[in-house]
Antibody, heavy 117, light 107 residues
Framework: QVQLQQWGAGLLKPSETLSLTCGVS????????WSWIRQPPGEGLDWIGE???????YYNSSLKSRVTISVDTSKSQFSLKLNSVTAADTAVFYC???????????WGQGTLVTVSS | DIQMTQSPSTLSASVGDRVTITCRAS??????LAWYQQKPGKAPKILIY???SLESGVPSRFSGSGSGTDFTLTISSLQPDDFAVYYC?????????FGQGTKVEIK
């Protein structure tokens, strides 16, 4: 069964770059869609972006200028970078993986990222 | 971007009740809609995909319907494990969007 394990820094200062990585184990990595989603404390889900098996990334229009999603198929990992963070970016960040019919089938455990001076 | 509007925001119900949550898209999304369940401190879990397909392992009391702009998630007989927040998400466009969530709480 496919499992996602994510990691990265949990405390950032304003203007720093958020960097998270998600590793896939227990199944095939190729041919899928890999996504990042965030959830501010006490709020709903916010889709950040996705990269698919052809390497094309798609981003939330509100974050597009600051976000990069990349994939390393040789390591079965995909990553998120979010530049110039502010307190408004404080959230639990989730990675997720799926197919065209179910883009967010399998989720990582979530990482709380706090932005504070 | 396609806007997704769920209703109600909160729903109070009892064990055994039939529960319906609705989700409306700001433009047609065909059947590119998924429903998720989220419990406190946990990642969301997929329940329904392509509007009406039940994910493997999800109890059959959950069902989804709709196409175009109007969709529903139905729980036929609410169980104690079902008290949670439910989200719809469209994936018609390459800017995926979620509804704001519906909290199902104990009456």
């Amino acid at each position: 069964q496919v499992q996602l394990q994510q990691w990265g820094a949990g405390l950032l200062k304003p203007s720093e770059t958020l960097s998270l990585t998600c590793g896939v184990s227990g199944g095939s990595f190729r041919g899928y869609y890999w996504s990042w989603i965030r959830q501010p404390p006490g709020e709903g889900l916010d889709w950040i972006g996705e990269i698919n098996h052809s390497g094309l990334p798609y981003y939330n229009s509100s974050l597009k200028s600051r976000v990069t999603i990349s994939v390393d198929t040789s390591k079965s990992q995909f990553s998120l970078k979010l530049n110039s963070v502010t307190a408004a970016d404080t959230a639990v960040f989730y990675c997720a993986m799926g197919s065209r019919d179910i883009p967010l089938r399998t989720w990582g455990q979530g990482t709380l990222v706090t932005v504070s001076s | 971007d396609i806007q997704m509007t769920q209703s109600p925001s909160t729903l109070s119900a009892s064990v055994g009740d039939r529960v319906t949550i609705t989700c409306r898209a700001s433009q047609s999304i065909n059947t590119w809609l998924a429903w998720y369940q989220q419990k406190p401190g946990k990642a969301p879990k997929i329940l329904i995909y392509r509007a009406s397909s039940l994910e493997s392992g999800v109890p059959s009391r959950f069902s989804g319907s709709g196409s175009g702009t109007d969709f529903t998630l139905t729980i036929s007989s609410l169980q104690p494990d079902d008290f949670a927040v439910y989200y719809c998400q469209q994936y018609q466009s390459y800017s995926r969007t979620f509804g704001q969530g519906t909290k199902v709480e104990i009456k």
